[in-house]
């Protein structure tokens, strides 16, 4: 009894699955988690807090309303910076379909998020991230 106890914890922890309803914060709603998760595959490239460093990607707090290729500091490749593009959640969602697509020339290497429900929990989640003090 014991034994199953923890290994059903531990298949939790290691599917990350949720933790009953119970032991969750009230902030804690489902789309945050879910776009939490998703950004795991964004996170060894991008940091989103304030005065966070630039990775192999540039720091993206304060994305949304943001010029594309203008964080102080990171050398973006030139389709980046010539695109004209203003970040919002409408370009934020084109891009993360398939960058490569949507800018040909640029250099984040990252194939795409092709679930448009994983998209929009993760952008709703860069929006909480990247506009924390
Ligand atoms: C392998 C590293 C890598 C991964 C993984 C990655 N990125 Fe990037 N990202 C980059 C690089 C490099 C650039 C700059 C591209 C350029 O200049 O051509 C970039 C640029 C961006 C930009 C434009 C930033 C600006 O200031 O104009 C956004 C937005 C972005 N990434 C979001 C994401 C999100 C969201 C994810 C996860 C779904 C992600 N990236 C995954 C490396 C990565």
């Known amino acids: 009894m014991k034994l199953f106890g923890m290994l059903s914890l531990s298949a939790l922890v290691v599917f990350g699955l949720s933790v009953p309803a119970a032991a969750q914060a009230p902030a804690d709603d489902p789309q945050m988690k879910l776009g939490k998760r998703v950004y795991l595959m964004c996170r060894s490239c991008h940091s989103t807090e304030a005065d966070g460093r630039h990775k192999v990607g540039p720091n993206l707090h304060g994305i949304f309303g943001r010029k594309a290729g203008t ?61 924390a003090k």
Request: aromatic share 12%; charged share 30%.
């Open 71 to 131: 964080a102080d500091g990171f050398k973006y490749s030139d389709v980046v910076i010539k695109s004209g593009i203003t970040w919002s959640e409408e370009t934020i969602n084109e891009w993360l379909v398939k960058p490569k697509n949507f800018l040909p020339g640029n250099k984040m290497a990252f194939a795409g998020v092709p679930k448009e429900e994983d998209r929009k929990a993760l952008i709703a989640y860069l929006k909480q991230e990247t506009s």
